[in-house]
């Protein structure tokens, strides 16, 4: 009798951890039905750690859609490969709208430059939707140091050391073309991600790094980094005062951008559903404080004009990169 | 001052209290629950929250953090399952006193010392905050090299096993280490043309493999139908002389943890490692460590809380995430509109006293739930094992799950599983291996940086101070159980050259 009571206890205990535990995981219901898209809750797959500017635009704008089209959009974070393991699972999804995400013009444009061929993913495999939003590469070194601008990098007379995100990023892309194309002697010290990079410029570890303006403008404002250059095609309404690369006289232009994506072969009527969400979210004041607070500029074309963007910024930098002799995959 | 008193009124108000309570709640509940970690509730969590105020919602994550390390270490005494990495050591003496009866000793200790240690860590933290976080800036890639390398050391001194396989586990764990895309070249390494296995294998994944599943399989084996522990959990409160032989561990494992907290990456496992490595160093009996010595659990237990803790300090003060969790709270904050670094002090003063207090808060409320809520979760251990393994089992699989969406891990964790239950089998401890694993990026990375930095010349890791002091003490710790090991031969044939021996040292 007491054994049983033990186990009955045992069985409870069980079933209130496992019930906790279901917690965390997501159930979807699909949306091919038949009827008006969305018929049940939908899974954003995000190819980043919680915490980076990829998952809280995923998180932002799921939440957007969520409000306006009334089924929860939940969000997957399938880190890895530069988010080439999410973009595996919407790839292989049915072509339904259940499964979509947001993905990173990087993956697409630059990755390519630093991986295998049967590594890279093609935007062909997927349908573009429209676009999000653009965020911007900004050249900064510690205050401590006497450089102002890329004129000052050239005249520092050593070998310099720049940080980047990680192999195969914007960030190394950015920087690579600007001392290689400055003719500036340097050396480049990958780390994994912007906050390890930030931290090693805030304690003069490294002399500049390239990182997402949304990393770095808050020690940019209060003056503990000096920015030197941004790598838009203007100056950026965030960074009003610092000029970009072209205005310095190099030609190099590399932004990071995003846009939403279904798998190939998605119904018009549910992209166009989607698509009138999301742009129903960026009337929101809501959004438009969130991209104002991380620093992203809005991009929000429909999804051929982000397609025919990720070509061209693909021949651009696969030219620059051949002119220069810079090999992304090796960055020793 | 002004602003640090009006921070505890933030706290008092009624509803931050009830968020406390409920983040503190949550954290002692997923702490328990092997495999759901705080960084993975705090993302569940967060679309919830961002609906509160701002204030009350950090309360309360912050709640979760350090809850979950009270709630870790109730599964790594009772169930040899380290609900968090750095509850990893706690398993050694926590497991060991657990099988003689004394699991709600080894309980009450670990609560008292997670209290202290915390208390101590907020307070330095209140005082100390803006001139820590300046130092910690110091730390670059040689630093962390040099570091990464004195906790490869300390490994091969822990474990109760023996020493010369703690050393093979190890070597395994550094081999380990090196699989995935190499992050400086981009050459695949061991990732046989997978995707899957491109960034490497998951430390979360391993560990629970090793010691989750292996452990269960291992159980089940041995104990096939018995009762886990047949004893009665007696008095958590701790005997007078308990209280004793913990108090300098807990003193110790306090400002230790406090210090390797604020290093942006690891600290509170960092943390938990040395401080038991400690103890057992300074211990005049060694010997009990594995068996069940209460310092064994006190210091670890109390580092990490004083870790977590003081990991608050580089994100509130830099807005530099330290770890997975803190990454979590800056998301949060992020999402709250609240941007975390420099600025934070002198724009939100509120918010910065209000979680730092609300702290203070915090651990009183885990110290009050934690010592009766152990007679609740001791009663698990009465459970047989056919019953508990396939719920353990369950359990851990979702939990692997959840953390990157992945069925793959479920597969490596599986992989991993079976390798730590053989190991046990013919005598390996897993732990070496885990946390060589953990180390052996950590390492690599950080010596390639430094001589990327360098120029190639490897003078620069002891000629910069704070390097060449951690490898000093590199140099020190390895000489040092060599010569005492000499010593002791010495004294046991009385030599002539005792007395010389002893000036030299």
């Known amino acids: 009798m007491r054994k049983q009571t033990l186990?009955?206890?045992?069985?409870?205990?069980?079933?209130?951890?496992?019930?906790?535990?279901?917690?965390?995981?997501?159930?979807?219901?699909?949306?091919?039905?038949?009827?008006?898209?969305?018929?049940?809750?939908?899974?954003?797959?995000?190819?980043?750690?919680?915490?980076?500017?990829?998952?809280?635009?995923?998180?932002?704008?799921?939440?957007?859609?969520?409000?306006?089209?009334?089924?929860?959009?939940?969000?997957?974070?399938?880190?890895?490969?530069?988010?080439?393991?999410?973009?595996?699972?919407?790839?292989?999804?049915?072509?339904?709208?259940?499964?979509?995400?947001?993905?990173?013009?990087?993956?697409?444009?630059?990755?390519?430059?630093?991986?295998?061929?049967?590594?890279v993913t093609s935007i062909d495999d997927f349908d573009v939707v429209g676009g999000v939003s653009r965020d911007d590469y900004v050249l900064v070194t510690n205050s401590e140091n006497p450089w102002t601008s890329i004129d000052d990098l050239k005249g520092a007379g050593k070998k310099l050391t720049y940080g980047t995100t990680g192999v195969g990023t914007g960030a190394q892309l950015a920087c690579a073309l600007t001392y290689e194309s400055g003719d500036i002697d340097s050396e480049a010290v990958p780390f994994d991600g912007g906050a390890p990079a930030l931290t090693a410029l805030l304690g003069n570890q490294v002399d500049t790094a390239c990182l997402q303006t949304g990393e770095a403008i808050e020690n940019i404002e209060n003056g503990k980094l000096t920015a030197l250059s941004v790598y838009a095609p203007e100056r950026i309404d965030f960074l009003p005062d610092v000029p970009t690369a072209t205005e310095q006289g190099l030609d190099v232009e590399v932004y990071q951008y995003r846009f939403m994506t279904t798998p190939k072969g998605t119904p018009q009527d549910v992209k166009d559903t989607i698509w009138e969400g999301m742009q129903a979210t960026f009337e929101t004041e809501d959004y438009q404080a969130f991209n104002e607070q991380n620093s992203l500029t809005p991009l929000e074309v429909p999804g051929d004009e982000v397609v025919e963007m990720l070509e061209s910024d693909r021949e651009r930098y696969a030219s620059l990169v051949e002119e220069y002799g810079i090999d992304l995959g090796d960055a020793s | 001052m002004d602003a640090f008193l009006d921070g505890f009124s933030v706290v008092t108000q009624p509803g931050n209290l009830l968020y406390c309570l409920i983040g503190v709640l949550i954290g002692m509940l997923i702490g328990v629950l092997p495999g759901l970690g705080p960084a993975a509730t705090m993302a569940i969590l967060l679309p919830i929250v961002v609906t509160v105020d701002p204030v009350a919602a950090v309360i309360m994550l912050a709640g979760i953090y350090y809850g979950a390390q009270y709630g870790g270490t109730i599964t790594s005494v009772l169930l040899r399952l380290p609900g968090e990495a750095s509850s990893v050591v706690t398993v050694f003496d926590g497991f060991a006193l657990a099988k003689q009866g004394k699991a709600g000793t080894a309980l009450g200790i670990a609560a008292i010392g997670s209290f202290v240690g915390a208390t101590v860590s907020i307070v330095a933290l209140s005082l100390t905050a803006p001139i820590v976080a300046g130092w910690a800036l110091d730390f670059g890639p040689a630093e962390y090299a040099a570091l990464a390398l004195l906790g490869v050391l300390l490994i091969a001194t822990i474990g109760s096993g023996h020493p010369v396989k703690a050393l093979i586990a190890a070597s395994v764990g550094l081999l380990l280490a090196t699989v995935g895309r190499d992050s400086f070249n981009n050459s695949q390494r061991f990732t046989f043309d997978s995707l899957q296995l491109a960034d490497g294998l998951d430390f979360v994944v391993v560990a629970m493999g090793l010691f989750g599943v292996g452990e269960i399989l291992y159980n089940l084996e041995e104990r096939h139908g018995k009762v886990h522990v047949p004893?009665?959990?007696?008095?958590?409160?701790?005997?007078?002389?308990?209280?004793?032989?913990?108090?300098?561990?807990?003193?110790?494992?306090?400002?230790?943890?406090?210090?390797?907290?604020?290093?942006?990456?690891?600290?509170?496992?960092?943390?938990?490692?040395?401080?038991?490595?400690?103890?057992?160093?300074?211990?005049?009996?060694?010997?009990?460590?594995?068996?069940?010595?209460?310092?064994?659990?006190?210091?670890?237990?109390?580092?990490?809380?004083?870790?977590?803790?003081?990991?608050?300090?580089?994100?509130?003060?830099?807005?530099?995430?330290?770890?997975?969790?803190?990454?979590?709270?800056?998301?949060?904050?992020?999402?709250?509109?609240?941007?975390?670094?420099?600025?934070?002090?002198?724009?939100?003063?509120?918010?910065?006293?209000?979680?730092?207090?609300?702290?203070?808060?915090?651990?009183?409320?885990?110290?009050?739930?934690?010592?009766?809520?152990?007679?609740?979760?001791?009663?698990?251990?009465?459970?047989?094992?056919?019953?508990?393994?396939?719920?353990?089992?369950?359990?851990?699989?979702?939990?692997?799950?959840?953390?990157?969406?992945?069925?793959?891990?479920?597969?490596?964790?599986?992989?991993?599983?079976?390798?730590?239950?053989?190991?046990?089998?013919?005598?390996?401890?897993?732990?070496?291996?885990?946390?060589?694993?953990?180390?052996?990026?950590?390492?690599?990375?950080?010596?390639?940086?430094?001589?990327?930095?360098?120029?190639?010349?490897?003078?620069?890791?002891?000629?910069?101070?704070?390097?060449?002091?951690?490898?000093?003490?590199?140099?020190?710790?390895?000489?040092?159980?060599?010569?005492?090991?000499?010593?002791?031969?010495?004294?046991?044939?009385?030599?002539?050259?005792?007395?010389?021996?002893?000036?030299?040292?």
Not at chain 1, 97 to 118: C, H, K, M, R, Y
Not at chain 2, 262 to 267: A, Y
Not at chain 2, 384 to 404: D, E, Q, W
């Open chain 2, 231 to 505: 004893a009665a959990v007696a008095n958590v409160w701790p005997s007078r002389t308990e209280l004793r032989q913990a108090a300098p561990a807990i003193g110790r494992g306090s400002a230790l943890g406090f210090f390797l907290g604020v290093l942006p990456g690891g600290g509170a496992v960092m943390a938990s490692l040395a401080a038991y490595a400690t103890e057992k160093r300074v211990s005049k009996t060694p010997e009990r460590f594995g068996r069940g010595a209460i310092e064994g659990v006190a210091a670890p237990e109390t580092a990490n809380n004083a870790a977590a803790t003081s990991s608050f300090i580089p994100l509130l003060t830099l807005g530099i995430p330290a770890n997975a969790s803190m990454g979590m709270l800056f998301a949060a904050l992020l999402v709250l509109g609240i941007t975390p670094g420099p600025q934070l002090l002198e724009e939100r003063p509120d918010l910065f006293w209000g979680v730092v207090n609300s702290m203070y808060i915090g651990n009183l409320l885990l110290l009050v739930l934690s010592l009766p809520l152990v007679g609740i979760f001791v009663r698990i251990l009465r459970v047989r094992p056919a019953i508990l393994a396939p719920i353990t089992a369950l359990i851990t699989i979702l939990g692997v799950y959840t953390i990157n969406n992945s069925v793959f891990d479920i597969f490596v964790m599986i992989v991993f599983g079976v390798l730590g239950y053989l190991m046990k089998k013919v005598g390996f401890e897993p732990g070496p291996m885990v946390l060589a694993f953990v180390l052996g990026a950590l390492l690599e990375n950080n010596v390639r940086r430094a001589l990327l930095i360098f120029e190639g010349d490897p003078t620069g890791f002891v000629t910069r101070p704070i390097s060449g002091t951690i490898l000093a003490l590199f140099v020190l710790a390895a000489v040092l159980p060599i010569v005492q090991a000499v010593r002791r031969r010495r004294t046991a044939t009385p030599h002539p050259n005792t007395q010389r021996e002893d000036s030299l040292r």
């Open chain 1, 7 to 119: 186990s009955l206890a045992a069985v409870a205990t069980g079933a209130a951890l496992a019930l906790s535990a279901c917690g965390g995981v997501s159930t979807t219901t699909g949306g091919d039905d038949g009827g008006a898209y969305p018929s049940g809750s939908v899974e954003m797959y995000v190819g980043a750690d919680p915490g980076g500017s990829s998952d809280l635009i995923s998180r932002q704008i799921a939440g957007g859609l969520s409000d306006e089209l009334g089924e929860t959009f939940s969000v997957l974070n399938r880190s890895g490969s530069n988010g080439a393991l999410a973009a595996a699972e919407v790839q292989q999804a049915e072509p339904d709208g259940s499964i979509i995400s947001i993905q990173n013009a990087s993956l697409f444009a630059i990755t390519p430059l630093a991986v295998a061929e049967d590594e």
